[in-house]
């Protein structure tokens, strides 16, 4: 008994952390993927329901000395910058709200979340260490980018979009990869972490995987069996397959709860 309260109180203060992030998905993809080949796959920006994300940037360019025969170069730079970014990977994640050093709101507790990405509170909410993820990532591949960051919410205005800046003597000594890969990194927060006004209330942390070498991120795996913490059931959860997630959270040796909406609130009821 005094284990199960230890772990308890471990799980408690790990929730209320800053290290704690939440990825809501469906029943199915969590189940029958995600927890049975304790493997989470990185995303395609072409698949996200964000036109500012999925639709071709449109990268715009400043500069001096430019003639007539650059223009070509530049148009060739927008394209790479665009392919770059497209064919990196990406996980998506929900972040406890803070003020200050307070918790104003838990991630799991979200239910715009639970209504479109977990499956209309039937789905489930995998629940994962930020800083033991990342060191799963960073171990990956030394042909890899890394960055990760809370996302941004703003009016987004096309003037402070992210702009190549680029003169005339780096357009002709400068090779197409070395320009695009510098300009990503030097505008990664404009390029990957800023979104619409709209979108503020998912409050979400965002991982990027870029290749060094132009190979297509999106579609690998990363085993997660070192950096899932926790498993949360939806409130209209299907009873039919507590068994199962009985046995996959057994095998990862991590805990599962099953969120209970009463009085206004939500809590966490025992899996068991």
């Given at each position: 008994m005094l284990k199960g309260s230890f772990m308890e109180s471990k799980l408690t203060d790990f929730l209320d952390s800053k290290d704690s992030i939440y990825h809501f998905?469906?029943?199915?993809?969590?189940?029958?993927?995600?927890?049975n080949n304790k493997s989470l796959m990185l995303g395609s920006f072409v698949n996200t329901n964000d036109p500012k994300e999925y639709k071709s940037k449109m990268t715009?360019?400043?500069?001096?000395?430019?003639?007539?025969?650059?223009?070509?170069?530049?148009?060739?730079?927008?394209?790479?910058?665009?392919?770059?970014?497209?064919?990196?990977?990406?996980?998506?994640?929900?972040?406890?709200?803070?003020?200050?050093?307070?918790?104003?709101?838990h991630g799991y507790k979200k239910s715009r979340m639970w209504s479109q990405y977990g499956y209309n509170h039937s789905g489930i909410c995998l629940v994962f260490s930020k800083k033991l993820l990342?060191?799963?990532?960073?171990?990956?591949?030394?042909?890899?980018?890394?960055?990760?960051?809370?996302?941004?919410?703003?009016k987004l205005d096309e003037s402070e979009g992210d702009i190549l800046s680029i003169n005339a003597d780096?357009?002709?000594?400068?090779?197409?990869?070395?320009?695009?890969?510098?300009?990503?990194?030097?505008?990664?927060?404009?390029?990957?972490?800023?979104?619409?006004?709209d979108y503020k209330d998912e409050n979400e942390f965002r991982i990027i995987v870029l290749s060094k070498e132009n190979e297509v991120?999106?579609?690998?795996?990363?085993?997660?069996?070192?950096?899932?913490?926790?498993?949360?059931?939806?409130?209209?959860f299907p009873k039919v397959y507590m068994p199962t997630i009985k046995s996959l959270a057994s095998e990862l040796n991590v805990s599962f709860k099953k969120l209970h909406w009463e009085s206004s609130d939500y809590f966490l009821l025992s899996g068991d």
């Open positions: 998905t469906t029943k199915d993809t969590a189940m029958e993927h995600i927890l715009s360019a400043v500069g001096w000395g430019w003639e007539d025969r650059h223009d070509l170069k530049i148009s060739k730079v927008m394209s790479k910058i665009d392919s770059i970014t497209k064919s990196a990977g990406f996980f998506s994640f929900c972040e406890n709200e803070y003020k200050g050093q307070d918790i104003v709101q990342i060191e799963e990532l960073l171990k990956k591949s030394d042909s890899t980018t890394l960055y990760a960051s809370t996302i941004m919410y703003q780096e357009l002709d000594t400068l090779e197409l990869d070395e320009i695009s890969f510098r300009h990503i990194s030097n505008n990664f927060d404009k390029v990957f972490f800023n979104k619409q006004l991120i999106h579609g690998t795996t990363i085993n997660i069996s070192k950096c899932i913490k926790m498993i949360i059931l939806g409130d209209s």
